[in-house]
């Protein structure tokens, strides 16, 4: 304790630096509740599971993706089998020529892994079928979108892109009439329709998800912070109070020095005066 410096002072002091510190823990939280990941890809979220025969049926109806559209769709199954690697090769080409998009796909390892994933992504959409599975790993893709930071800006463009680059290399293909016909055009739009929706919703769903937990979690940690707050606040006056008992008791010890003080000043000099008054006595006959 600093030389003149009241013991109340210097608690308060102590204390208030806590309570800033106390801040500093709730900041921190935030940053790290901003950074929450999702369970690990063979999980299923809830709204995933929740996609049943009747909402898949409600999504296929809605766009028109009936037998037709998965006649159409599979009549391409051998033909994307064979042109599925150069389509996903030509599509992360595209997607390095953007800076947020390079940075992500920097690691080789990391874009081994997207490619195998697309690759899979673009023969499921002509395997012929399409239930609950397919719908699950649409609604997926969302989410893992949604992990990784990836802005719609991003992914829902990449629809546009993977359909140029179908579109492109059908135009190629002998007989093109038989394979780009606007029929089978039709089908590539209504599947990537669906797969759009699903991933836009699976993202929104996802961001709630994320905003509720991390709600939670601040009030969960409020509640912590105002219980150390008002323990600190509490032992702040208590010390408060003996601070200023050691003072009281200071000052009356004070008061109470003077006057003994004095007395024994004044004993001192009767104390010195006796002898002398001894003698003199003595001399008295």
Excluded at 69 to 91: N, P, R, Y
Excluded at 208 to 223: D, K, V
Aim: aromatic residues 10%.
């Amino acid at each position: 304790m600093c030389k003149g410096q009241p013991m109340a002072d210097v608690t308060l002091e102590a204390y208030a630096r806590r309570i800033a510190d106390l801040e500093q823990e709730v900041a921190a939280l935030r940053d790290q509740l901003a950074l929450y990941q999702f369970p690990d890809e063979t999980t299923f979220s809830p709204a995933v599971l929740a996609l049943d025969e009747e909402a898949i049926a409600t999504y296929k109806a809605f766009v028109g993706f009936d037998a037709t559209t998965v006649h159409h769709l599979t009549a391409l199954q051998a033909w994307m089998a064979q042109e599925v690697d150069g389509i996903v090769e030509a599509f992360y080409t595209h997607l390095r020529r953007f800076a947020p998009l390079r940075t992500m796909l920097a690691d080789p390892a990391v874009l081994q892994r997207l490619c195998a994933a697309q690759t899979a992504y673009l023969l499921s959409l002509t395997h012929g079928d399409y239930g609950q599975g397919y719908f699950r790993q649409r609604w997926r893709i969302g989410e893992v979108h949604n992990r990784l930071n990836l802005t719609p800006q991003w992914y829902l463009g990449s629809y546009s892109v993977f359909f140029d680059l179908i579109v492109e290399r059908l135009q190629q293909a002998s007989p093109p009439d038989t394979l780009c016909s606007p029929a089978t055009l039709q089908a590539l739009v209504k599947a990537f329709s669906i797969d759009m929706q699903l991933a836009i919703e699976a993202y929104i769903t996802s961001y709630q998800i994320q905003l509720r937990q991390a709600n939670t979690a601040l009030q969960q940690y409020s509640q912590v912070l105002e219980a150390r707050v008002a323990e600190r606040t509490e032992e702040l006056l208590q010390a408060g109070k003996l601070a200023a008992i050691g003072e009281l008791a200071a000052g009356i010890a004070h008061e109470i020095n003077n006057p003994i003080n004095g007395i024994m000043n004044y004993a001192d000099i009767i104390a010195e005066e006796l002898p002398a008054a001894d003698k003199l006595g003595g001399l008295c006959p």
